[in-house]
Each structure stands twice: as structure tokens, then as C-alpha cells.
């Protein structure tokens, strides 16, 4: 993501994804990964990295 703004949808969802993560085995995280775009990718590892908070 370039800019610094995402949509409200991206974020819940990929907050879901991120929760989903911690009980879903390792193989069928990686097959979710390898189908989602850059962008939720980009997301995702802002949810990691930031928490909720992605503005910082």
C-alpha cells in the first residue's frame, strides 16, 4: 500500500484473517496467503507489525 489510507472493510477483514491464523494449521494458512493480493498481504503484516493501530 502507498498511501497510508485503507478501507475499514480491509482492515476488519484482514483483522479476522489475523485471528483465524492463531487456529488454523500451517497448511491452510499458507493456501489463504498464496490467494490473497498484495494489498491484504500489505494488511496483514501492518495488523502484525502495528497491532489495530496502522496509522503510526
Known amino acids: 500500500m502507498n498511501n497510508k489510507h485503507a478501507s475499514i472493510e480491509l482492515i476488519d477483514e484482514m483483522a479476522k484473517v489475523k485471528d483465524d491464523f492463531k487456529i ?3 497448511d491452510i494458512i499458507e493456501s489463504m496467503l498464496e ?3 498484495a494489498e491484504e498481504k500489505d ?8 497491532g489495530t493501530n496502522i496509522d503510526q
Open 43 to 50: 494488511m496483514l503484516l501492518r495488523l502484525y507489525i502495528f
Open 35 to 37: 490467494d490473497m493480493t
Open 24 to 26: 488454523l494449521p500451517k
